[in-house]
Nanobody
């Protein structure tokens, strides 16, 4: 059974950088991972993700500010978030795409 654990969230000021980490356990084969977020009163949305061929996809709001990367040997995916704004405040979730497994989520709060 795949389990995902996010870390690195917290409270930052606008314009600052935050780095999220998601480590998978119980993953026996390849399973591309991604990041999603859910703000209060809004639906969960894609932030950035990997596909099985290694390609990536970014939401429009993330392109140019966020970078997704991974270490396959460590079964870990990262999200570097630069130039954060209060609109980025949300719970950020890691997801293993093929097994449709979600992490527990981690809070990111950006103050103005």
């Amino acid at each position: 059974q795949v389990q995902l654990v996010e870390s690195g969230g917290g409270l930052v000021q606008a314009g600052e950088t935050l780095n999220l980490t998601c480590k998978a356990s119980g993953m026996t084969g390849e399973d591309p991972m991604g990041w999603y977020r859910q703000a209060p009163g809004k639906q969960r949305e894609l932030v950035a993700r990997f596909y099985g061929n290694g390609n990536t996809n970014y939401a429009d709001f993330a392109r140019g500010r966020f970078i997704i990367s991974r270490d396959n040997a460590k079964r870990t995916v990262y999200l570097q978030m630069d130039n954060l704004t209060p609109a980025d405040t949300a719970v950020y979730y890691c997801r293993a795409e093929w097994s449709k497994t979600w992490g527990q989520g981690i809070q990111v709060t950006v103050s103005s």
